[in-house]
Structure formats: structure tokens, C-alpha cells
């Protein structure tokens, strides 16, 4: 048995292809290079949709749609939420908010849980900084909007193109996590909003989508680039994983770390990135690679898309605590293209356990039935 499903192939799919030993990922074709910093990620969930719904999903239609689902999605908030909410991990908040969208199959569904994905978690920021929630602007990108109605002004056309970036570049990513917890409740029947909600709880664990948070956390606690080795020597001797390093998948550098090295790149070209925090960042990565190849000889532990996450938006202003709500805005995208395309197979997903506990009658019961 395969605790893990390593190897396990459960889908087809025609959605990403992640070549683990090329270290290459593919979107219904387009591979990774081809779209992150050339395509919007309108157009990304055009491509990854198109297909899956009873009308058509046509790139130029996603922009305005998106935007009034944004509206839409804005309408929702209900000011006295905000204390309670606030309180909550955004993620945790996301989650309760997520919870109250109707349930459907429908493209209109659709983009109803990707506006409201990025809406929600702009909101919640708002609320945990102390203000209100803003006002969509239903014409404005949607990369852009989310940026805006988070940091309560208007993000630079570099900051709205970094985030771009990186929502097309977490859009889909095979068969992880997360997608497969939203295949499984799409394979039952349930709605795109289900499937939604539990794709996000999968998400935010540690070992997936919550490690960006922890890498600022190591970087702050490790401080300057000489202190680097020691520190991450240590935290390995306590047997800690370093987050940002390390997948199940890629056994060579995952390309999205590149994708959004390029994009951190081009922010602090624009004097968006402090050069002494991407220094010492890069000072990390080459000793965490040094370390980990030195102690897993066997076994290549590259960097993961989650390093340069963490970088990229703090970058952007957002916080860190935040960073897994800002994943599923992305991702979102992915967890519905998947959700449709398993719903459509017609076929329920229900593999098998192997039991290992005891026999009938090998066990004392802990209280006697009682007669009727
Ligand atoms: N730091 C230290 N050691 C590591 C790391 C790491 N980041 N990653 C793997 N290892 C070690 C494991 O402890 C294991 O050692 P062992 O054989 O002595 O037990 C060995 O390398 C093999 O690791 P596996 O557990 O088989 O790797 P797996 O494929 O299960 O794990 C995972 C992948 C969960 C991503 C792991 O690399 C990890 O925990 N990384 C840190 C967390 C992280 O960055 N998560 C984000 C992943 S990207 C995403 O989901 C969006």
C-alpha cells in the first residue's frame, strides 16, 4: 500500500500536465513560460474553462463578467462581520465567507467563487487593518482590482502585473492536493461552491499551500546571510522541514519558482523589492540547496513555488498571514476547471482502505449492550 498515492494516477485530465522530471507544467497546452507575464488570468481561466460549461467561455466576455461578479460578490459583506471576521486567520475567514455563496454547476457560479474569492479576502484585510471594505470597480482588471481593494489605494501597474503573474502562475497545478479534495466532492454530485470550500481547507495546510507564511518566518528569524547556514543546520539537526523547498512532483527546480523569481525581478527593477531582503533571500535558497543536497544525497529538494510566493507578496504589501487566501484567489480557477471536468465523467470517486484493526471478538467491548 501507497500511504501517500505517490505514482497513484486517479484522473484524466486535460487541464495541467506537470512534468516532474522535466520540471516543465503545461495549461491545456500552453506551458508555464508561454503564459506567466504574457497572459491575463482572465484569459488563463478562459482556457482552463472553455468546454466545461453549457455555454461557451470566451476570453474577451471574462474581463466585464469577472468584474460584475465582483459586484456581486461585494454586495454580500455585511459590515458587522467585520469584528468577528477579522479575528479569524484570513484563510479561516475566507472559508466562513465562501460558506455563504449559493451552490451551482453553472458558469454564473463560476465566476461568482473566483470574484469572491479575491473580494472576500480583500475585505477581510481591510477589516483586520481597521477599515471598511471598497467598492469593486467592475471595468478594472481583476489582478488589479483585488490588489486595490486590499491595500485601499491604486497598486502601480508593476504591482497589478506581479500579481497577475502569479495568479496565472498557481492557476493549476495537476493533480495536488488540494484539486484532488475538490475532484472527490465534485464526483458525488455536489456543487462547484462545495468543491470550492474544500479545496481551500486542503489548501491551507503546511505541507501545501501554507508555507509562504513560514518562509518570511525563517527569513526574518535567520536575518542576514551570514547566520544563514548555521540556522538552517540547526533547524535540520531538530529534524524541521525548511518550507519552501522540496515536492512530492518535481524532482528537478519547479518552474513556477522561476516564473515568479522573474516577476520579483522585474518589481525590484521598479523599485518595488527592498534589494537587501532579495539578497538575503537568494543568500538562503543557496545554502538551504547546499544543506538539504548534503543531507539527502538521494533525493533532489529544490525550491518550491512557495519560496518565491513569499517574497513576491510581501513585495506587494500584503500579509503574510494572508498568503494562503491570496493562493486560492489563483487557484480557485484550477479547483473549478477540475471540479467540471470530474463531475462530467458521471463517475463517483471511492477508493478503498485496507483494515488493520482488530478481529470481531478479539477485543473486550467497552460496555455490554443493555437489553431493549
Ligand atoms: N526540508 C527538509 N527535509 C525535507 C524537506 C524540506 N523542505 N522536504 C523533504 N524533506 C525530506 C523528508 O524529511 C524526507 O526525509 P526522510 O526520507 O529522512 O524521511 C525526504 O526529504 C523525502 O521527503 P518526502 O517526505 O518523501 O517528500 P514528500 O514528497 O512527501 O514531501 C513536501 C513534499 C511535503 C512538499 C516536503 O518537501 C515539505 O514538507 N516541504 C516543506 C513544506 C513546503 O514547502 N510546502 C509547499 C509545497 S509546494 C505546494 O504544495 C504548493
Redesign the pocket.
Known sequence: MNE?L?GVVAARTVLSDVDGAAGRLVLRGQSLDALAGRWRFEQVLALLWDGFFDVPVEAHAMPPALGRARLEAAALLRPEDAQALAALAPVDALRALLARLPDGDDLPTALRLVAATGVFTAAVLRWRAGGSALAPQADAPHAADVLRLAQGRAPTAQQAAALDTYLVT?AD?GL??STFAARVVASTGAGLASAVLVGLSALKG??????PG??LDMLDAIGSADAADDWLQAA?DR???????????YRVR?PRADALKGALRQLAAAGGVGGERLALAEAVERA?LAS?QA??PG?V?ET????YTALLLEALGLPREAFTAV?AMGRVGGWIAHAREQARTGRLIRPQSLYVGPAPGSVRAVAEPQPA
Request: aromatic share 8%.
Open positions: 501517500g505517490e498557481v497545478h495536488n492536493a503546511p505541507l501545501h499551500g501554507g508555507a513560514p518562509v535540520l529534524g524541521e522541514r525548511l518550507m519552501g523547498f522540496g515536492h512530492r512532483i519547479d538551504a538539504l543531507r539527502k533525493r529538494l518550491n513555488v512557495e519560496f493562493f
